[in-house]
C-alpha cells in the first residue's frame, strides 16, 4: 500500500491544512500526518494538544494516523515506512525553503520522495503564525480554523469570547 507523511508543526491546524490532508487521502492508501515535537521552539499547543485537535478535525476520514514525532523527517520516514512526504505550497516565498527542504531529505534518505500539493486558492493566505496574531487580539478566526480550534486559541490568550 502506499503511504504518505504530511509533516508539519500545526500550530494550530488550519483550514489550509485540513484541506491538503483530505486531498492526500484521497491520492495515498494512508497518511501519517507526522506533528513535529519540536524542542527548539516553544509552540502555543503541547504536541498532545496539536495531535488531538487534529484528530478531531480528521476523524471523518478512514485511512488517517495522527501520530507525532520528533528529530529528523526522513528518520520517522523510514520508521513508518512511507514512500511519499506530502508538503502544501502556498505561494513563492514557500518555494524556496521548500525545495531546500526536499532536496535535503531526498539525499539523506533517496528511496522516499517529496510531493508538493498547491493550497486552494481560497486558503493560500493562511498561515498558522496569521491565526495566531488574530486570536491573540481577540479577532474573529472562525474562517481559518475549525470551531472547536478557536474555542481552544482564545482559551490559550484569555479571551472571553461567550
Ligand atoms: P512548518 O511549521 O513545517 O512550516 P506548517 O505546520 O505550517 O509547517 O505546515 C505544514 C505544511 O503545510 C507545509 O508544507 C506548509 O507549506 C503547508 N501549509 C501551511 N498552510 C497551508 C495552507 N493554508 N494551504 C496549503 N498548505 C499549507
Do not use: C, W
Not at 6 to 29: N, W
Not at 61 to 85: M, Q, T
Amino acid at each position: 500500500m502506499n503511504r504518505a507523511i504530511y509533516p508539519g508543526s500545526f500550530d494550530p491546524v488550519t483550514y489550509g491544512h485540513l484541506d491538503i490532508i483530505k486531498r492526500s487521502a484521497d491520492l495515498f492508501g494512508e497518511l501519517y500526518v507526522g506533528v513535529l515535537n519540536n524542542t527548539s521552539k516553544s509552540p502555543l499547543f503541547s504536541v498532545e494538544e496539536r495531535v488531538n485537535m487534529l484528530k478531531e478535525a480528521t476523524a471523518d476520514i478512514s485511512n488517517i494516523k495522527v501520530v507525532s514525532y520528533s528529530g529528523l523527517l526522513v528518520d520517522f520516514v523510514k520508521e513508518v515506512e512511507a514512500s511519499v512526504v506530502v508538503r502544501g505550497l502556498r505561494a513563492i516565498t514557500d518555494f524556496e525553503y521548500e525545495l531546500q527542504l526536499a532536496q535535503t531529505n531526498h539525499v539523506l534518505y533517496p528511496e522516499a520522495d517529496t510531493m508538493f500539493l498547491t493550497a486552494r486558492l481560497e486558503y493560500s493566505y493562511l498561515s498558522s503564525t496569521t491565526v495566531r496574531e488574530v486570536a491573540s487580539f481577540g479577532g474573529d478566526i472562525t474562517k481559518f480554523v475549525p470551531k472547536k480550534v478557536a474555542e481552544k486559541m482564545y482559551e490559550k490568550y484569555g479571551i472571553d469570547k461567550k
